[in-house]
């Protein structure tokens, strides 16, 4: 079956810090790819996504590329603020008898310090 | 757009009481409701799926009689937890997709699930 693995956390960075959160997955399929993020407390949001080869997603200064040759999607940003301190989700979303299943990681924790 | 409700945001309630949860889409008609318990340390998982009108199709290990799911309309789905116990202590997060966008899904808020 699909899945997709990202990089254990916590990340700790400090504020205007670069930020990569590695993610990559398997699939049976061509299956579009996402982040999301949850903040504390809150369900998720989507953040950005990638429906096919070589496209980039992008949100808030976020940026993701869609890699098939590597089959990865890693999330970058340039220079993080304390405000983006959440957990992010990679995800991919592949068809199953006729429906769209999404496949979660198990989340990567992100501190941003002052 | 694509904004999804839950209710209640926060439940509290005996040992052997059933416990019911609203997942609504507010501005469009979900094709595909999905049901995710998550547990500590982050982890998402994936109760079940269910499409309006029909029967959920659940995860492997999820007990059906015991997390009763109806998708009675394309905006409504409801997720009982029947005779909860404290096991059953969670946060609980339905997400939806639209017809135009059937590879996507928005989150609700969450319903934190207190079982005394």
């Known amino acids: 079956g699909d899945s997709v693995t990202q990089m254990e956390g916590p990340v700790t960075l400090s504020e205007e810090a670069f930020l990569t959160i590695n993610c990559t997955y398997t699939?049976?399929?061509?299956?579009?790819l996402f982040w999301y993020v949850q903040y504390p407390g809150e369900g998720l949001q989507l953040l950005l996504k990638?429906?096919?080869?070589?496209d980039k997603g992008s949100n808030k200064g976020f940026e993701a590329t869609y890699r098939k040759e590597t089959t990865s999607f890693h999330l970058e940003k340039g220079s993080v603020q304390v405000s983006d301190s959440a957990v992010y989700f990679c995800a991919l979303s592949d068809v199953e008898g006729g429906s769209y299943i999404p496949t979660f990681g198990r989340g990567t924790s992100l501190i941003v310090h002052p | 757009g694509a904004v999804v409700s839950q209710h209640p945001s926060r439940v509290i309630c005996k040992s052997g009481t059933s416990v019911k949860i609203e997942c609504r889409s507010l501005d469009f008609q979900a094709t595909t409701m999905f049901w995710y318990r998550q547990f500590p340390k982050q982890s998402l998982m994936l109760m079940a799926t269910s499409n309006e009108g029909s029967k959920a199709t659940y995860e492997q290990g999820v007990e059906k009689d015991k997390f009763l799911i109806n998708h009675a309309s394309l905006t409504l789905s409801t997720l009982t937890v029947t005779s909860a116990h404290p096991e059953d202590s969670s946060f609980y997060i339905c997400?939806?997709?639209?017809?135009?966008?059937?590879?996507?899904?928005?989150f609700g808020p969450g319903t934190r699930l207190t079982v005394l």
């Open positions: 990638a429906t096919k080869a070589d």
């Open positions: 699939a049976t399929g061509y299956p579009s």
């Open positions: 997400s939806a997709s639209s017809w135009g966008d059937t590879d996507t899904q928005y």
